[in-house]
């Protein structure tokens, strides 16, 4: 597709043309000067690609870029496009769209990938001038028709109405008139007021919810396709580790067993159905060379932290004078806190289906990156890009994980020695042990305060892993991962003096990657952390305290004064009962938490009630936002309480949800979501929850025991100390 730039304002929509079957429109809005990716708050320019058409029924198919996984996306884009566009949400159908960074990459990532909590951001605007485009092009088609003037003309569900002679043309009617017509400028149609929506703001029920309630939606791990093997994979158990051998002949003895494929680092069984796979890896009794990260253990990851967080690293920010302030301080607080790996552990497990042809190659997976898949395994066996077809799927849980293409990878190199089609899957706990996780962090942070307990210096030194490094090394500037100080860097305190700085501490052999929320999931917890400690350091209530420190931040005082509202801060609670509260800003959106904790007699902590604020900005379907802060707190909650990945010998010590466990029904808290109405431009919600949890419950403990929570996850306290 040429780029308007190219083609110029008045050829936007140029390619609409006449296929039989309706018009077909193909949207290219220009690029303006993009901010860094770090800077989330100023997500405002954006340069999508997307496409539209209408039949003759007056059926809108939307080519959806973004993967659905659980996050309401496709129904958010499609309400866009529906209320400029003047339809239901019932004339809008989707179709996923085939992998194409030229036609789809996502604006703000610059590929076709869905993270980051960028959807909406990104496509806020580009979807809405796409319908707009659409309506005014119709009205012209009806006006024309009739010889009238287009604003005597309005449009409503899907049809033209001349208002004085209420005669009514349905868009299908229109479709083949409207292709061929000049195209307006941008600047000529104008785009709704937010006074004016019907949709959007809306709670609109979930387009892919029928098919999920009935069983018809297709996730990768529900593909089948003629003659296809299943294939179960056994990995190094050791990061690194190398296949030692394996005892094939009596694999191939266990009926249903097609073939056994050897892979470096990995054993496939391929068989007629998964439970034949199993057995076969289990006769197979494979044995491991353990290579060069056999004997790493925690101890020594947390030893290598300690270490590095005595040097200084790459400075994220530096404003005022820091050390001079510090030294004409009243007090000076300093704390050291340590968050542990943690896996992803979606409900649906790695899997990939994959045939490969001659000359082609077909992927059938739930991927939040197929562009990369596509491109990797077209390296992999020297295919032409255009050759590996990428079917994508429903996600049956992502959190990062599926940003990672090496599951699609492995998949292929095993269907590179199967004939025929091949669905490779991994267990629960190949899943779990050979995950992609989220870094293992030790931070050192300090703050020097005035006479009225206020920080007048902070500094802040984070050390871990730079997931960025590996996935957006461009990002990196000045050695500073963007990523890893998220949350961090720009705290939404007033802090005159400030130096924030990266340490990057890679642990050996140990694949570390983007996980909901990522770094402010690490960062957030400090910051709130320490915030709280220097509250009752000076015995003030945290609430009021951090009010204190938003004079010039009106959206954060906002949702926490809210949170604070809602959650009825300071009434009484019962004995080993605490509150803890949290805030942030993280992608564009700004959140506060209130958490009602209890802890028991024998020290287990039990959160009864999250109370959440959120102001993101303009709202699409607040049913949506809801639930993304249900999930996103209890996905958080779990890892704060109990979530943590353990290594001895080179070796992931948890396996499943017994020993890495997610919160249970019967645990799962009352989870509150209020919304600020606001007209600022979209911010992210997916992983919003999940980064201030884990700090509000810390501080709910304190608040019940007097037990400050410096170490990630909390599990049991003892209360005899």
């Given at each position: 597709m ?6 110029g ?10 296929i ?62 529906a ?36 959807s ?76 004016q ?33 299943i ?13 030692k ?14 073939q ?8 496939a ?71 542990p ?8 497990p790695?899997n ?9 190659c ?41 940003l ?8 292929a ?13 991994w ?6 042990q050979?995950?992609?996780y989220?870094?293992?962090?030790l ?8 006479a009225?307990?206020i ?33 961090a ?7 005159p003096?400030?130096?924030v ?5 890679e ?19 400090v910051?709130e952390?320490?915030?709280d ?19 010039h931040?009106p ?37 506060a938490?209130?958490?009602e ?18 102001d ?29 990945i ?13 020993d ?62």
């Open positions: 040429k780029s308007l730039a190219i083609l304002r008045r050829e936007f929509l140029k390619d609409a043309v006449t039989g079957s309706g018009l077909v429109l193909s949207v290219a809005i220009p690029p303006a000067i993009r901010p860094s990716l770090a800077d989330s708050a100023a997500f405002h320019a954006f340069a999508p690609n997307a496409f539209i058409r209408i039949d003759p029924e007056g059926m809108v198919t939307l080519m959806m870029p973004m993967a659905e996984m659980g996050q309401g996306v496709h129904t958010a884009l499609a309400m866009l496009l209320e400029e566009l003047e339809v239901s949400l019932e004339q809008v159908k989707l179709e996923q769209a085939p992998s194409d960074d030229s036609l789809y990459a996502n604006p703000i990532l610059h590929v076709q990938s869905t993270g980051a909590s960028t909406i951001r990104a496509f806020w605007t580009p979807l809405r001038q796409a319908g707009a485009v659409a309506r005014r092009l119709l009205l012209t088609a009806a006006a024309s028709r009739w010889g009238v003037a287009p604003d005597s003309c309005l449009a409503k569900r899907g049809v033209v109405i001349h208002i004085s002679s209420s005669r009514q043309l349905r868009y299908g009617e229109l479709v083949h008139a409207a292709a061929v017509l000049p195209v307006p400028p941008l600047e000529s149609v104008p785009l709704k007021h937010p006074s929506f019907t949709l959007v703001g809306t709670s609109a029920r979930r387009l892919d919810t029928p098919d999920k309630v009935v069983g018809r939606a297709q996730f990768g791990i529900d593909m089948k396709l003629p003659q296809m093997a294939a179960a994979v056994a990995i190094s158990p050791a990061f690194g580790g190398r296949l051998s394996l005892n094939e002949e009596a694999a191939l003895a266990v009926r249903g067993v097609r056994m494929v050897r892979l470096v680092n990995a054993v069984a391929v068989a007629d159905d998964t439970w034949a796979a199993k057995k076969a890896l289990a006769a197979a009794a494979i044995e491991w060379d353990d290579g060069p990260n056999g004997q790493v253990s925690s101890e020594q990851i947390i030893r290598q932290l300690e270490e590095a967080s005595a040097h200084p690293g790459a400075v994220a920010r530096h404003d005022g004078d820091p050390e001079r302030a510090m030294m004409s301080a009243v007090r000076v607080v300093e704390a050291v806190y340590q968050l790996f943690l896996a992803h552990a979606a409900m649906e790695m990939c289906t994959v045939h490969m042809h001659k000359d082609s077909d992927i059938w997976v739930g991927t939040q990156v197929p562009t990369l898949t596509q491109v990797q395994v077209a390296e992999l066996t020297g295919l032409p890009k255009s050759a590996v077809r990428v079917h994508n799927q429903y996600l049956g849980g992502g959190f990062g994980r599926r990672e293409p090496d599951g699609n990878l492995l998949a190199r095993i269907a590179q020695h199967v004939d025929g089609p091949v669905k490779v899957i267990s629960r706990e190949e899943d779990i050979h995950d992609m989220r870094p293992c962090y931070d050192r942070i300090s703050a020097a305060l005035d009225r307990g920080p007048v210096a902070w500094k802040h030194r984070l050390c871990g892993s730079s997931v960025y490094s590996r996935y957006h090394p461009n990002l990196i500037k000045n050695g500073v991962d963007p990523d890893a100080v998220a949350g860097a720009q705290p939404p305190y007033d802090l003096n400030i130096h700085e990266f340490v990057r501490v642990p050996p052999g140990i694949p570390t990657s983007l996980w909901r929320g990522v770094g402010p999931t690490h960062n957030t917890f910051v952390s320490f915030i400690e220097l509250a009752h350091t000076v015995k003030r209530d945290p609430v009021e305290y951090r009010k204190s420190l938003l004079i931040n959206r954060a005082l906002g949702v926490l004064m809210l949170a604070a509202k809602k959650a009825d801060w300071g009434r009484t609670l019962p004995e080993r009962w605490g509150r803890g509260v949290a805030l942030q800003f993280a992608y564009g959106s700004f959140a938490q209130v958490v904790a209890q802890v028991g007699v024998d020290g287990r902590v039990r959160v009864h009630r999250i109370v959440c604020a959120i993101c900005g303009m709202v699409v379907n607040p049913d949506t936002i809801a639930a993304q802060m249900e999930g996103g707190a209890l996905f958080g909650l779990t890892a704060a309480l109990y979530g943590e353990t290594l001895k010998k080179g070796r992931v010590m948890e396996s499943n949800f017994n890495y466990r997610p919160m249970r029904m019967n645990e799962a808290p009352i989870v509150e979501t209020h919304i600020v109405q606001s007209s600022e431009p979209p911010g992210g919600v997916g992983e919003v929850a999940t980064a201030t949890v884990s700090p509000a419950v810390a501080n709910a403990v304190f608040a019940a025991t007097g037990k400050r929570i410096r170490r990630l996850p909390i599990k049991a306290l003892d209360l005899s100390r």
